[in-house]
């Protein structure tokens, strides 16, 4: 009588991790379950496969060096998850290797483009001291970086811990971008900005204490996974406890800066981080389950070299903003910005061109890791001051006509003629009068109060055949419209020159490019020698097109840097001095493109051409 009910088959589920909805297609929609996150998780690759191969090939374990067998045979032992994994001493873990960067790694070193782009913003070279603490505060900013990056290829794993961790470093990252602008070396005792430098100061300090201590504590956790294996305990030991008592020494730093600042300290900061650098590459070497071998530190140093390009990029836009206010761009503005793109281009080529050190030697990639750090200061202060010159280009180009003017009203350059009387020097004051109003207009609606240009004209005028007072009032005049044309591009001179007198103004601005002009070719010319030496020990056998590569690098490197002896105090007894001609030419940033384009041309003519003869004595066609 009653028919028993049913329920409708339902469709098998093929996946826990997706929900088909409505009348949509398995292959056109899926909702996926959030990733399940353990508390905390291993850093071992499957210890069975490892055991398995272990207990299998004795003798390939237990007599072999710890580097032997990959250098000898160059191949994995066994394959897990579709990675390659080598066992070498049953007594050392198999750790998991990542070969490339995950997405929370790649998002951490977000954080060190934004602490580069804001220091770099706030702190402008312009003298000694201030190239000082660029170095300083960046060297400290990359080592950090560094040492997470160091944990992450070898130790890193998804979990509630790691995450937790990753995030208390963003927060030390956030605590950079905050001391950063304060930053600076080389003030008075009592000035307020050497308060706000030793608060900076201490605040870093404490920074710096709490990434070390994040870092032993992640160290801690692998310790806790890792203490089965009688050879893994004293590395992972070495590196708790060296970052232990970095955090500490740097705790102590706190308390020296409370009152003054004295180089000790400073280079207390600096020889801790060496010595954190220097152990954790030492123990990285001897042990070979700790060292670089198959991680993803070549993508992660790749990586953050095209975050510095990247600031170098940024740089530049700000530039093209400063330089296009007034809509006039000339060729020899044109031809430095084209320039800026090509010297960053020519960086990127050299270095990404080169071969990966994922076969070399384990010391040779301790090396080629370390020179990074130096690498990356040339390629910073290199992208620096050329967007330094493509300003200083627009601001040559803009005040000609007043230095046109200034050069006819003294044909000797000396400044010492006598001056004009009656309708010549009526003359004088209408030409200098025009030719300053015309810089005016090109910065018509400027933020900056233009110059009084009435009070210097009617100096000139009131000189009454007085050659000092006569030339007192040009000067005057036209410092006065050089720099109110350098505030308008962006252009400040150094803070001892900045007190408001015009002359002293103008001497700072050029004092200002002639330490650029210095600073610049040196790092133009040592970041070809750094990309020589790099591309020499990221790579074992050489073809002879190689070697000589090489030591057109070098020598091309070495040329760029002796450029900057153009600056020493035996070349500038006059005006007519190398230094001072070559900085008004437009051939400052092309000299470095044509370098590098014959260091990229070259390059490519030697290697080709050996490989070509090599290919043809072995009988394989080249074009394979």
Known sequence: MFKKFQFPRLKPVTSIHHVLVGDEDETTFTITHPKHLALFASPLVDERAAARYAHAHPESVTKQPHHAVHEAHGHADFTHEGKEYEVQDPEEPVLKRAH???????????????????????????????????????GILWFTWFQVALFDVRFSNDSAFERLCKALQFGVMTGFAIVGPNYKTGWEDGSPEGAS?????????????????????????CYWWLSGYRKARLPILAHIGTLFIAAMIYLGLFFSFGSAVSDSGLIAWYVTIGFEAAVTMLVSARTYFMSLRRTAIVERLGLLTLIILGEGIIGLCASVGKIGGDGIFTSDVIGMVISSVCIIYFIWMLYFDQEETNHVGTIRQQFWTLLHFPFHICVLLTVEGLNRFSVWVKLIDTVTPLETVLSNLSPSGLFNE?????????????????????????????????????????????????????????????????TWVSDNLGIEPPEASNTGDPLLALVGIFDLFQTVFIYFFIAAGLCLIFLAVLFWVGKRRKLRGEILSIGVRLLIGLGLCLLSLMDLPVYQANDNSPINTYLYTPWLLPTVVISYAIVVLVDNLLINYVRAVVFKKKGIDHAV
Not at 101 to 113: G, K, P, R
Not at 424 to 430: A, D, K, P, S, Y
């Open 100 to 138: 490339e960067a995950s997405t929370i790694q790649l998002f951490y070193d977000l954080f060190f483009v934004a602490n580069l782009t804001t220091f770099t913003s706030a702190h402008e070279i312009d003298d000694v001291n201030t190239l000082k603490s660029y170095i300083g505060f960046f």
């Open 197 to 221: 430098a030793l608060q900076a100061f201490q605040t870093l300090s404490l920074i710096l204490m709490a990434s070390r201590l994040i870092l032993a504590c992640q160290y801690g956790a």
């Open 418 to 482: 006598a001056a004009p009387t009656g309708e010549n020097l009526t003359q004088t004051v209408e030409l200098l009068n025009e030719t300053v109003a015309g810089l005016l207009e090109k910065f018509e609606g400027s933020q900056f109060n233009p110059p009084n240009i009435t009070y210097y004209l009617e100096t000139m005028e009131q000189s009454n055949g007085s050659s000092s007072d006569y030339w007192y009032g040009v000067f005057e005049l036209t410092s006065a419209g050089f």
